[in-house]
């Protein structure tokens, strides 16, 4: 895997200039890039910023990388080589979505929920914490969870177990993060453009425009929360 190299702009700890005109342009890795919410945050950022996209998809250019964050070390590896970064965000994450019947006692690795907890959950996690590595101060992360933490659905228990336990986790890793760098996480409803198939497990739910989803890691990325989970 190669991956996209750094901008000859400074290492990890050095602090970039603002741009006098106005917001300065950030280097950010884009996870799950190719998701229906990773689409609608890609094009609300790349206009403005350098956008380094990833997915489970093999890269298709010299700003893409291949990454599957069940895949801690390679993770870790390509976060390395990818260099000083301003912002990190996922909207990336798989679980298994199925019926509490199905579900019988097991370790981890053999348990229907350990897609969930081994991909979305840890995955996550330990994307942000191989961040601290590349992040620059004042830096940026944002973990993508669901409306499953706190709108249990059928079928979705496994679901609500990882999405509630990355928002706890986020909230409390963001009160110990040293550089003033910052730890949110975005909670989406459904998306216009979610599959059908998907769309049928949550009856009732309202369609959330893209836009407006794409607002959210927007506020994330620039207004200086931190500890937050936004529900969109």
Request: charged share 15%; hydrophobic share 45%.
């Given at each position: 895997?190669?991956?996209?190299?750094?901008?000859?702009?400074?290492?990890?700890?050095?602090?970039?200039?603002?741009?006098?005109?106005?917001?300065?342009?950030?280097?950010?890795?884009?996870?799950?890039?190719?998701?229906?919410v990773?689409?609608?945050?890609?094009?609300?950022?790349?206009?403005?910023?350098?956008?380094?996209?990833?997915?489970?998809?093999?890269?298709?250019?010299?700003q893409?990388?291949?990454?599957?964050?069940?895949?801690?070390?390679?993770?870790?590896?390509?976060?390395?080589?990818l260099?000083?970064?301003?912002?990190?965000?996922?909207?990336?994450?798989?679980?298994?979505?199925?019926?509490?019947?199905?579900a019988?006692?097991?370790?981890?690795?053999?348990?229907?929920?350990?897609?969930?907890?081994?991909?979305?959950?840890?995955g996550?996690?330990?994307?942000?914490?191989?961040?601290?590595?590349?992040?620059?101060?004042?830096?940026?992360?944002?973990?993508?969870?669901?409306?499953?933490s706190?709108?249990?659905?059928?079928?979705g228990?496994?679901?609500?177990?990882?999405?509630?336990?990355?928002?706890?986790?986020?909230?409390?890793a963001?009160?110990?993060?040293?550089?003033?760098?910052r730890?949110?996480?975005v909670?989406?409803?459904?998306?216009?453009?979610t599959?059908?198939?998907?769309?049928?497990?949550?009856?009732?739910?309202?369609r959330?425009?893209?836009?407006?989803?794409?607002l959210?890691y927007?506020?994330?990325?620039?207004?200086?929360?931190?500890?937050?989970?936004?529900?969109?």
């Amino acid at each position: 895997m190669t991956a996209p190299t750094a901008a000859q702009d400074g290492q990890p700890g050095a602090q970039r200039p603002h741009d006098a005109a106005g917001p300065r342009r950030l280097r950010i890795l884009l996870v799950g890039a190719g998701g229906v919410v990773g689409r609608c945050v890609h094009g609300a950022l790349r206009d403005r910023h350098e956008v380094i996209t990833a997915g489970l998809e093999p890269a298709q250019g010299p700003q893409q990388l291949q990454l599957d964050l069940a895949d801690t070390p390679a993770l870790v590896q390509a976060l390395q080589a990818l260099g000083p970064l301003d912002a990190v965000i996922s909207t990336a994450g798989r679980a298994r979505f199925g019926p509490l019947a199905q579900a019988q006692p097991a370790g981890i690795d053999t348990s229907v929920y350990g897609l969930g907890l081994h991909d979305k959950l840890m995955g996550q996690v330990n994307l942000a914490l191989a961040a601290r590595a590349v992040l620059r101060p004042g830096g940026s992360i944002t973990l993508t969870s669901g409306t499953t933490s706190t709108e249990p659905v059928i079928g979705g228990a496994g679901l609500s177990m990882v999405n509630g336990a990355l928002e706890s986790w986020a909230r409390a890793a963001a009160t110990e993060l040293p550089q003033g760098w910052r730890l949110n996480v975005v909670s989406p409803s459904l998306v216009e453009g979610t599959p059908e198939a998907a769309c049928a497990a949550f009856p009732g739910f309202e369609r959330v425009s893209g836009e407006r989803v794409a607002l959210a890691y927007v506020r994330c990325l620039m207004s200086g929360i931190t500890g937050q989970v936004l529900r969109i």
